[in-house]
């Protein structure tokens, strides 16, 4: 049970993340380009380092434990591509326009006119704050999943999540903020979809525990590291790269990395 309640702060963390991102929105007046590159990479190379080093292979072991050699290593590929699909499919219906990782900028929605009430605005600040909750749900279930396995692993993805929910809580704030002019409803919008990560926290608490066996945590387990490499690869490295104006985003893949592979030595 402890390991429960820590896996509910880690996803609750890591979800309202996206509201330091409506803070920065209204209180700074540029976007700091070369730290949100920097911090996606950092986000990306956690995920992916995590996700193939130890993810994958934990989830490996116990299928091969329950299921055999042959019969346990094909689920585990599998269920790794299946978490791939998942992710893909939700990013598939999702309309373009409303995707929450293009890349949106403080100063671009403070440019002469930009500060005039548009329903235009408000409707695209709504279907972002919609898209990121659907991407959200997903990663709450990767992040609870995971700290109930291994409370660290379950720290790593929680901030490597909240790292990449802060340019998300900027892309849904701004242009409602400037639809409205209201500060509270712009925040109340961002914190709402970063909510969503707890809730997919709350389906795993009530759905998949009951049923949390041997074989059905490898799965799960393997379905979240193939979550983490396709958010890592669709969403953060191109998203870090269009913020990029050197090669930060790089240095902060191999410092994500790095970091994530000393921890899980001295852990």
């Given at each position: 049970?402890?390991n429960?309640?820590l ?73 790794f ?14 309309p ?12 671009d ?65 701004v ?16 914190f ?20 949390l ?52 030595l001295?852990?």
């Amino acid at each position: 049970m402890d390991n429960v309640l820590l896996a509910f702060l880690f996803t609750l963390f890591a979800g309202l993340a996206t509201g330091i991102g409506s803070i920065l929105a209204f209180f700074t007046k540029t976007t700091n380009t070369k730290f949100l590159s920097f911090a996606l990479g950092l986000s990306a190379g956690v995920m992916i380092y995590v996700s193939m080093v130890d993810i994958f292979f934990k989830a490996q072991e116990s299928l091969i434990a329950d299921l055999g050699e042959q019969m346990g290593s094909w689920l585990t590929v599998g269920s790794f591509f299946a978490g791939m699909i998942l992710i893909a499919l939700i990013d598939r219906f999702i309309p373009m326009y409303s995707n929450p990782h293009e890349v949106k900028k403080i100063e671009d929605m403070k440019q002469p006119g930009a500060a005039i009430k548009d329903p235009e605005l408000m409707k695209m600040g709504t279907f972002t704050a919609l898209a990121i909750g659907i991407h959200n749900f997903p990663e709450g279930i990767a992040t609870f999943v995971s700290t109930l396995q291994d409370p660290s692993i379950g720290l790593a993805i929680a901030i490597a999540v909240a790292i990449h929910n802060i340019p998300e809580g900027i892309a849904v704030s701004v242009p409602v903020y400037y639809a409205t002019h209201d500060k509270k409803k712009a925040f109340k919008l961002s914190f709402l979809s970063g909510i969503a990560e707890p809730a997919g926290a709350l389906v795993a608490f009530f759905l998949l525990m009951p049923f949390l066996t041997e074989l059905m945590f490898g799965i799960i387990f393997a379905m979240v590291a193939g979550i983490m490499i396709f958010i890592s690869l669709d969403e953060l490295l191109p998203a870090a790269k269009r913020y990029d104006e050197t090669h930060v985003s790089i240095y902060g893949v191999i410092i994500g990395m790095a970091i994530m592979a000393v921890s899980l030595l001295l852990l």
